[in-house]
Nanobody, 126 residues
């Protein structure tokens, strides 16, 4: 059974930092591209960042470029999202997702991801 478990969410003031983690189990971690998405109340789930299965390619939404950084640890089957210079508009539930890939390509489309975590709330106050 595949499980993705996020942690690290919370409340922070604007300009602060948070680090999210997503521990994966029940899958061969190195065969999956990993992504982070977020969903604010009343809005669609939006792409945030993604990392290829070999860690060689990263993609970011324009709104987070230069502030957020995605990484992965193969020994721990974990993907991370370091979020710096947080803004109130970053407030959302953040979801980790896994996408079975056969190359180093990466998708920014939520519908192409195979597995999802339960989400973790990030709240940024002004």
């Amino acid at each position: 059974q595949v499980q993705l478990v996020e942690s690290g969410g919370g409340m922070v003031q604007a300009g602060g930092s948070l680090s999210l983690s997503c521990a994966a189990s029940g899958l061969t971690f190195s065969r999956y591209a990993m992504g982070w998405f977020r969903q604010a109340p009343g809005k669609e789930r939006d792409f945030v960042a993604a990392l290829s299965l070999n860690g060689g390619r990263t993609y970011y939404a324009d709104s987070v470029k230069g502030r957020f950084f995605i990484s992965r640890d193969y020994a721990k089957n974990t993907v991370y999202l370091q979020m710096d210079s947080l803004k109130p508009e970053d407030t959302a539930v953040y979801y980790c997702a896994a996408d079975r890939r056969y190359s180093s390509s990466v998708s920014m489309i939520a519908g192409e991801y195979d597995y999802w975590g339960q989400g973790t709330q990030v709240t940024v106050s002004s």
